[in-house]
C-alpha cells in the first residue's frame, strides 16, 4: 500500500510569459496558498469536477472547507494535480486552495486542519495533511509526474471480496507478454491524439515515462498495469490500458496499437476501459531550480481542462 | 491477500447420538449436499442469517440460488460456518446446500455454477467455488476452526483510502505490547461467558488457538489482530478484541481482563468494537478419521445459532 511521501517543498514560482495559458487564478495580495494531500475511493463519485447536480470530489471538499473557512464562492481558487474521471480512484491526489488573512485566522488555535477537514468529509474521502505551501507550489503546474496503477482481474484470476470495488474484472484470458510488447510502443514522448479526448489549442503531446505490467501473485493474480508520465490527457490511461487490454485478449495486434499511435487520430480507436480499476497513486514535484522550467512548460503545452 | 484453499474433504459423516442438539436437516433420501466457498463485503448486510425485510448475506444467496435451482422454501437447507453480524466482511466463508434430484438436473450441461451464481448474485457477495461435498460434510459442524482479522488504525496509522470500509480507526495511540499480554489471558480453553452472548442451554467454553497482533508496516502501520478458534460464540470476536483495545489505549489493565475472564458474567464487560474492522478469513475442516469425533463434539457443544 501506498504511503504518500511528504511532499518535495518548491522554492521558486515559474514565471509568467505571454505565450502562456493563463489560469483563471484569484491569487492576489493577501491570499496564501495551501497544499492539500488527499486520497478518495471513487466509487460514488461523478469525477472530481465539480458538476452542478452531482456528487464530486471537489464539491464534496469544497463544502468541507467551508465548514472550517466560511462560504468561498470561487472555491478556494482550487486547482487539482489529476483531474480523475468518474469512478476512478485516487490513493494520493493534491490541490491547492489560495486563502485570504481573514480566512487563515479561523484556523485560530488548532492548526491540525487535516483533521477537523477529515471530520467534515464524507468517508470516502481522506485528507492526509493540509499545509502551507512553498513560494511557487500549483498542484497542477509544478507537478513533474502522475502515477496510476490499473487491476485488472482476468479468468485465471482471484479477486478478493474486499476488493471488489477496485479491480476491473473481464472473463477473458490476458496474455502479458503481448501486453508488454504493445506497451513499449507507447513509451517515450507521442502525440497521443488516438488517445485523447482532443480540446481546441491543445496539445496531445505527452511523456510516459514507464508502463509496468505483472501479475501479482500475492493478490489473486491481478494483473497490475503501473504507468508513469508527466502529465496525462483526459481519458488517456483508461484509452492506453483499454488498448493493452485488446492486445492481450487477442482482438488486436502490437502493431495495430503502434500505427493507432502513429495516426494520432481518435477515430477507430479501442474501447476505453471501465473506470474501476484505476486509481492515481501518486502525484510528483520536483525541487527547486527545476520547478519553474516545470511549470512554465506545463503552462505553455496544456489547455486548463486537461491534467 | 488470502487464496481460499481447496477445501479439505471429509470422508465420513459424524454419527449422531441422542445427546446431541440435533439440526433442523431436511437432508433426506434423494438429497445431495453441496458445498459453497464465498465471500462478501459486509458493508451493506445486516449480516449473515436471514431477517425479513433486511438485505442479508444469506438471503441473497438464496435467491441467487433460486435463479438456477428454483424457488426453496426451506433456504435449500443452507447452514453457514460462521454466522457473521452486520457489517462483518468474509474474505472466507463456507456454507453448505441439500440439492433434492430435480434440482441437481437444473445444473445441466453448464457444471460452473459457481460462475452462474455470481451472475445472479449482487456484486458484494462472490462464490470461489460450488462442488459436491463429500459424505458427512456440514459446513458448521465439522469445521474445526475459524480465522478472523481485525484491523485497527490508530494515531499512528495511515488509512488508504480504499481500505476506509475495512479498518476501524480509533483517534487513540494502541500499545501493542499491553495488547499482547492482555491476549496471552485469553489463549487457550476457557469459559468466555464474559465475552459472549449466552443462549440458554448452550454452552460458552471455546478453545482460542492463538491471537496474533502486530502492527503492518506495508499498509499504513495498521494494527492486525489475528484470532484462530475452534468456534467463537455469538459477538465473542469483537468482545475480546474490545477488550484488547481497552488495554491498549490504558482504560483497563491486563489484570482486570483476567479478572473478567474468570468471572465468566457478562456484566461489566468491555465495549464490543464496530464491526467494519472484522473479517472471517477462513473456516477450517479436518480430514478423514477427525471429522466424526469434531461434528460430535461440536453438536454436542453448541447451540443451533451459534458458530
Given at each position: 500500500?501506498?504511503?504518500?511521501?511528504?511532499?518535495?517543498?518548491?522554492?521558486?514560482?515559474?514565471?509568467s510569459?505571454?505565450e502562456?495559458?493563463?489560469p483563471?487564478?484569484h491569487?492576489?495580495?493577501?491570499?496564501?496558498?495551501?497544499?492539500?494531500?488527499?486520497?478518495?475511493?471513487?466509487?460514488?463519485?461523478?469525477?472530481?469536477?465539480?458538476?452542478?447536480?452531482?456528487r464530486t470530489?471537489?464539491?464534496?471538499l469544497?463544502?468541507?472547507?467551508?465548514?472550517?473557512?466560511?462560504?468561498?464562492?470561487?472555491?478556494?481558487?482550487?486547482?487539482?494535480?489529476?483531474?480523475?474521471?468518474?469512478g476512478?480512484?485516487?490513493?494520493?491526489?493534491?490541490?491547492?486552495?489560495?486563502l485570504?488573512?481573514?480566512?487563515?485566522k479561523?484556523?485560530?488555535?488548532?492548526?491540525?486542519?487535516a483533521?477537523?477537514?477529515?471530520?467534515?468529509?464524507?468517508?470516502?474521502?481522506?485528507?492526509?495533511?493540509?499545509?502551507?505551501?512553498?513560494?511557487?507550489f500549483?498542484?497542477?503546474?509544478?507537478?513533474?509526474?502522475?502515477?496510476?496503477?490499473?487491476?485488472?482481474a482476468?479468468?485465471s484470476?482471484?479477486?478478493?471480496?474486499?476488493?471488489?470495488?477496485?479491480?476491473?474484472?473481464?472473463?477473458?484470458?490476458?496474455?502479458?507478454?503481448?501486453?508488454?510488447?504493445?506497451?513499449?510502443?507507447?513509451v517515450?514522448?507521442?502525440?497521443?491524439?488516438?488517445?485523447?479526448?482532443?480540446?481546441?489549442?491543445?496539445s496531445?503531446?505527452?511523456?510516459?515515462?514507464?508502463?509496468?505490467?505483472?501479475?501479482?501473485?500475492?493478490?489473486?493474480?491481478?494483473?497490475?498495469?503501473?504507468?508513469k508520465?508527466?502529465?496525462?490527457?483526459?481519458?488517456?490511461?483508461?484509452?492506453l490500458?483499454?488498448a493493452?487490454?485488446?492486445?492481450?485478449?487477442?482482438?488486436a495486434?502490437?502493431?495495430?496499437?503502434?500505427d493507432?499511435?502513429?495516426?494520432?487520430?481518435?477515430?477507430?480507436s479501442?474501447?476505453?476501459?471501465?473506470?474501476?480499476?484505476?486509481?492515481l497513486?501518486?502525484?510528483?514535484?520536483?525541487?527547486?531550480e527545476?520547478?519553474?522550467?516545470?511549470?512554465e512548460?506545463?503552462?505553455?503545452?496544456?489547455?486548463?481542462?486537461e491534467?
Amino acid at each position: 500500500m501506498l504511503q504518500p511521501k511528504r511532499h518535495l517543498l518548491l522554492k521558486k514560482r515559474a514565471s509568467s510569459t505571454k505565450e502562456m495559458t493563463k489560469p483563471v487564478d484569484h491569487k492576489v495580495d493577501g491570499f496564501s496558498r495551501y497544499r492539500i494531500d488527499f486520497g478518495y475511493d471513487g466509487t460514488d463519485f461523478a469525477g472530481f469536477a465539480k458538476q452542478p447536480g452531482f456528487r464530486t470530489v471537489q464539491s464534496e471538499l469544497v463544502k468541507a472547507l467551508e465548514v472550517i473557512f466560511g462560504k468561498s464562492s470561487k472555491d478556494f481558487g482550487m486547482r487539482v494535480a489529476g483531474r480523475t474521471d468518474a469512478g476512478v480512484h485516487a490513493q494520493h491526489q493534491v490541490v491547492h486552495i489560495d486563502l485570504s488573512a481573514s480566512q487563515i485566522k479561523r484556523i485560530g488555535r488548532n492548526p491540525d486542519v487535516a483533521s477537523r477537514v477529515n471530520t467534515a468529509l464524507p468517508e470516502d474521502i481522506r485528507v492526509f495533511s493540509f499545509e502551507k505551501a512553498p513560494a511557487g507550489f500549483d498542484a497542477r503546474y509544478s507537478a513533474s509526474f502522475r502515477r496510476y496503477r490499473f487491476r485488472i482481474a482476468d479468468k485465471s484470476s482471484f479477486v478478493d471480496p474486499l476488493q471488489i470495488r477496485y479491480v476491473l474484472r473481464l472473463k477473458v484470458d490476458l496474455d502479458i507478454g503481448l501486453m508488454r510488447s504493445a506497451a513499449k510502443k507507447m513509451v517515450g514522448v507521442h502525440d497521443f491524439g488516438a488517445f485523447c479526448k482532443a480540446r481546441a489549442g491543445a496539445s496531445t503531446v505527452r511523456r510516459i515515462r514507464y508502463i509496468k505490467i505483472k501479475r501479482n501473485p500475492k493478490d489473486g493474480n491481478i494483473v497490475e498495469i503501473e504507468l508513469k508520465g508527466d502529465a496525462f490527457c483526459h481519458n488517456m490511461v483508461r484509452a492506453l490500458t483499454g488498448a493493452l487490454v485488446a492486445v492481450a485478449r487477442g482482438r488486436a495486434t502490437v502493431s495495430d496499437v503502434s500505427d493507432r499511435l502513429k495516426s494520432a487520430n481518435r477515430a477507430g480507436s479501442f474501447k476505453v476501459l471501465g473506470p474501476r480499476g484505476l486509481s492515481l497513486i501518486e502525484v510528483g514535484y520536483p525541487r527547486d531550480e527545476l520547478l519553474a522550467e516545470q511549470a512554465e512548460k506545463a503552462r505553455r503545452l496544456r489547455s486548463l481542462d486537461e491534467n
